[in-house]
């Protein structure tokens, strides 16, 4: 199945972080098609602007084509989905990428606990240690 990034594994493969395990690492590398959502460049930009993120918006916009992952727009479509998901989780940023990955068919690869009560639409990964 083809993988969605959140917004932190984007980041952290980007920086070749070691809270990523090897097995993430291999499993993004492999994987037919990878995507990163236009909601999480959004996300990004709005961490710049709060200070909470040190990083230049065009560089990571860049970074999703030279990586070989594929942009995923925000259609409305995915909009609609929203409404079908259960209030788990409030993050918007969050739910968005949810809404996305079902309505795509993909796997979510997050690290966010918070959402496993969506299933298997997630993968839950744990910071490598």
């Known amino acids: 199945m ?14 070749q972080a070691p809270r990523l395990s090897k097995s993430i690492y291999h499993r993004i590398e492999t994987t037919s098609v990878v995507y990163v959502s236009a909601a999480s460049l959004w996300e990004m930009v709005i961490k710049i602007q709060l200070k909470k993120l040190s990083a230049d918006p065009a560089e990571l916009a860049a970074k ?10 925000v259609s409305v479509a995915h909009t609609l989905a929203l409404e079908r998901l259960p209030l788990h989780h409030r993050d918007l940023f969050d739910r968005i990428l ?7 068919h993909l796997r979510l690869l997050t690290a966010d606990s918070g959402l496993k009560p969506y299933g298997s639409v997630c993968q839950l990964i744990s910071e490598a240690n």
């Open 64 to 73: 999703i084509a030279d990586s070989g992952f594929q942009e995923l727009p």
């Open 2 to 15: 083809n993988l969605l990034l959140d917004t932190h594994v984007f980041l952290w493969f980007m920086i």
């Open 98 to 104: 949810l809404a996305q990955a079902h309505v795509e």
